[in-house]
């Protein structure tokens, strides 16, 4: 029985998140469609991360195993005629080592959270990013974001429903810089708490307009209450922008 990883990308906003419920537009519940429109076999796709509704992907991973042994670059243009219309496309596949899981095998995870910063609204990228008005200084959300590097208690950006059994994570990336009127912030980590990146981002912009220094910043971090989290950063601005792997789960 084939595995089958694949990297896709998608638009977030039509769909309440990646994973199925019930009737709800989900990423997955499309995917398995699909999937089932050209093979005839009902399978069940697991992916790297679960995303929220509204957060769009890049470079999200699943895979699926199917019965009949299709080349990998049939299943990818199997998959992108049958998704359509929606927002959701196979940009890589490949046939995985059967002990390959998208979720149980990554080493890493690495989001991008997009601000546009200017005074006139998105257009062309509405839903895709975070329209932020007021000026923002990413030298000094650079400095703040500095200090999430590392093994922390993350209790503070952790959202109060998150169900992970410690708070206590390891930050390998924690980046912002400025390209024209975009700030990008970039997280990556093996792991992340439930809207962890929002949280952090949201609180980034509080030192980024001036609202919080540096220092007020880092005693956030400190404190370990979700109380002392900014404002949280909306969904429309945040990506799964890739997912790492020991190069042996890769077959071809």
């Not at 509704?53 to 990998?72: K, M, N, S, W, Y």
């Not at 005693?219 to 042996?248: I, Q, S």
């Amino acid at each position: 029985m084939p595995r089958y990883r694949l990297v896709i990308e998608y638009d977030g906003g039509p769909f309440s998140g990646f994973q199925a419920q019930g009737d709800l537009p989900t990423v997955q519940s499309a995917l398995e469609r699909a999937i089932g429109a050209f093979s005839g076999e009902i399978v069940r796709v697991h992916a790297a991360g679960r995303t929220d509704a509204g957060v769009h992907a890049t470079g999200q991973v699943i895979h699926f195993d199917l019965e009949r042994d299709f080349p990998a670059r049939t299943v990818q243009r199997a998959l992108n005629a049958h998704l359509l219309p929606a927002p959701v496309a196979v940009r890589e596949a490949s046939l995985a080592a059967p002990d390959f899981h998208a979720r149980f095998s990554a080493q890493s995870r690495r989001y991008v959270y997009r601000i546009l910063n200017r005074d006139s609204p998105a257009t062309l990228d509405f839903g895709r990013v975070w329209a932020f008005r007021a000026p923002l200084d990413a030298e000094r959300m650079a400095s703040a974001a500095a200090h999430l590097v590392g093994r922390h208690d993350f209790t503070t950006f952790r959202d109060a429903h998150c169900q992970a059994r410690t708070a206590v994570k390891t930050l390998d990336t924690a980046e912002v810089s400025r390209h024209g009127e975009e700030l990008r912030l970039i997280f990556e980590a093996r792991s992340f708490l439930h809207r962890q990146v929002r949280s952090m981002t949201g609180s980034l912009v509080e030192v980024g307009r001036g609202r919080w220094s540096v220092d007020d910043f880092v005693v956030a971090l400190a404190a370990r209450r979700r109380a002392a989290c900014g404002p949280v950063a909306p969904a429309t601005g945040l990506y799964l922008a890739g997912v790492r792997y020991p190069a042996e789960n890769l077959v071809k």
